[in-house]
């Protein structure tokens, strides 16, 4: 059934007013983009009429009404008093006010600027994180209390984002009382996270692209020259501003009687995410190559020759290596998202919990990316299984795990003949931390200072970046959220005996995966009059596109098995 344009606006709110506005654009672009002059009907063309004066005219009019008496109130019930001159004196300018953004504007650069929330923790002469997105209103909505947001403001925290869902879901209430009816689901515009990437962090399909990418992948740009250098410096801001980390606190007791508390616990983080250098793909897509390896360039030796004299003297023919076609892939950008639906009454009665839950469901939906952008770097590694002497033998952690990972390095290092001092990058399940200090508090002679039982992380950072490795311990992978889970993984809804006794890590050269994403991530609010026939809307529709690209020829992932079992070596020949 087509869209009803309502003959009064009284009932609705602005946001009910701006979600007709949209509902009667949608309808028009569709039919404007299905007819032209020829073969338009006189029914389509009454319709086109009818729907281009309500969107542009009637809607408009409505709310400049509106503006117009709340001024008119405002102003004449007023209690000024008259103002009293002193000689003495000066006049006090008021405070310059940011320019308003109104419902019909589009968001601005300078407004995002301006805007833009400012970070909590000071930055450093040695690293500054450049911020290139910002989560902005999609349009003007009151949540109610006084509290409102403009189009174009920026929302700086999951919370605003919850409340402008609510506030944008409001209006459908109104329009399904009225009986509003439209042809299939509609989505309002909420939010829209607005990447501005500067020009040498995006691609745009052209030649120029193969470039960005190569210098995006460049550790040699990163604070400190490289990626270990990076780490470290950012790991020594932290400690110095939060030196009480790992202090004990003492609470006092609780002495006030009981209540109701209607706050949802909310513990869900996007901790543990996967790192990797990021591009914004202006066109959806981008074409690329996987790098050369030295083997297809030496190959079987042809074209390189070494010759004695005797062989130059008798003319020995010398071979000659043709440089290739080089193979382009092209990748497109997927895209992954969100759907919440919920009860009308509920969300009434409620509120807290609705936008608890979609604050949680917004953190969900990050770490759903997060496990599938690392499941496509795992599926586009080449598998190796450490089997046989000594990994058959020493099933202990610390010494498989930092042996294994030396060991993948130096042959990746061997494979592409790579600087010695390249860093590579090594992915692996947060859980591994734990293993290595149940498998170092189980050794014997390790001494009885601190050290002895601690293992702290600055100390397994320090072995890993001895090795040439900035290892990252993310979430969703390898755990009871993953793809592929098997049963025993930590995070299940039945608490784990053990932790894995297999474990799976993924290396490759720093800059080897690139990270693509999409200009906009859309968060919209979606009004489909069949929902709400059951008291039923759509609170929250959610998208972005992204792909992973691998820039260069190796990488590979390793499985070892593994046990916190404490012993080590023999004091004997050890037989590999």
């Not at 000024?80 to 002193?86: D, I, L, Q, R, T």
């Not at 409102?148 to 944008?168: C, H, I, N, P, W």
């Not at 919990?353 to 990050?366: E, Q, Y």
């Not at 608490?495 to 200009?519: C, E, H, K, M």
Request: charge should be negative.
């Amino acid at each position: 059934m087509p869209f009803q344009i309502p003959e009064d606006l009284s009932g609705y709110s602005v946001s009910g007013l701006e979600d007709l506005r949209h509902i009667a654009t949608e309808e028009w672009q569709n039919l404007r983009n299905g007819v032209d002059v020829h073969s338009i009907t006189a029914d389509d063309l009454d319709r086109l009429e009818e729907l281009q004066a309500f969107r542009m005219e009637t809607v408009p009019g409505e709310l400049a009404e509106r503006t117009d008496r709340e001024t008119r109130f405002a102003a004449a019930t007023s209690e000024g008093e008259p103002e009293e001159s002193g000689e003495g004196d000066a006049p006090v300018e008021p405070a310059a006010e940011p320019e308003a953004v109104t419902a019909s504007a589009k968001p601005r650069v300078a407004d995002m600027k301006t805007n833009a929330p400012v970070a909590d923790i000071p930055a450093t002469a040695e690293q500054t994180r450049q911020s290139y997105s910002t989560l902005v209103a999609s349009a003007s909505v009151s949540t109610g209390g006084g509290e409102s947001y403009e189009q174009g403001q920026a929302l700086t925290s999951m919370l605003d984002v919850a409340k402008v869902f609510m506030a944008r879901s409001a209006s459908h209430d109104a329009m399904s009382r009225k009986g509003m009816q439209t042809n299939g689901p509609v989505s309002m515009p909420v939010a829209q996270l607005i990447r501005s990437y500067p020009d040498e962090f995006c691609v745009y399909g052209d030649n120029g692209d193969y470039d960005k990418l190569l210098a995006v992948s460049n550790e040699k740009r990163l604070p400190g020259g490289s990626l270990l250098a990076s780490v470290e410096i950012d790991r020594k801001r932290l400690v110095e501003q939060h030196p009480e980390r790992d202090a004990l606190v003492a609470a006092q007791g609780w002495c006030a009687p009981s209540e109701t508390d209607y706050d949802i616990c909310l513990q869900i983080t996007t901790d543990g995410m996967f790192d990797v250098p990021e591009v914004q793909a202006r066109r959806g897509g981008i074409r690329h190559n996987t790098g050369i390896e030295f083997d297809t360039i030496f190959g079987s030796g042809t074209g390189y020759f070494d010759l004695t004299e005797a062989q130059v003297a008798s003319g020995t023919t010398k071979t000659c290596l043709e440089i290739p076609c080089p193979e382009f892939v092209d990748t497109r950008l997927g895209v992954t998202g969100l759907c919440l639906t919920g009860n009308i009454l509920a969300n009434r009665g409620y509120p807290e919990f609705t936008a608890t839950f979609t604050r949680g469901a917004l953190a969900a939906s990050a770490h759903q990316i997060n496990r599938e952008q690392i499941a496509d770097v795992v599926a586009g590694s080449t598998a190796v299984t450490l089997s046989g002497a000594p990994w058959a033998t020493d099933l202990s952690v610390v010494s498989q795990v930092m042996s294994a990972v030396e060991m993948s390095i130096v042959d990746i290092k061997y494979r592409l003949r790579l600087m010695r001092s390249a860093t590579l990058e090594v992915l692996m399940p947060y859980w591994i931390g734990a293993q290595m200090r149940a498998d170092w508090i189980r050794r014997n002679g390790t001494g009885n200072g601190a050290e002895a039982h601690t293992l702290a992380d600055s100390a397994i950072t320090a072995a890993f970046s001895a090795r040439g490795a900035r290892v990252q311990y993310v979430y969703d992978w390898q755990d009871a959220f993953a793809t592929g889970v098997v049963s025993g993984s930590p995070g299940a809804d039945t608490p784990i005996q053990n932790l894995p006794t297999s474990l799976t890590f993924v290396v490759y050269p720093a800059g080897t995966w690139v990270r693509a994403v999409s200009d906009v991530i859309t968060l919209n609010s979606v009004y489909d009059s069949t929902l709400l026939a059951t008291n039923q809307v759509t609170h929250l529709f959610t998208e972005t596109g992204w792909a992973m690209l691998r820039m260069c020829p190796v990488s590979r992932v390793y499985t070892i098995t593994i046990c916190p079992s404490g012993s080590t070596g023999v004091q004997r020949i050890v037989s590999c």
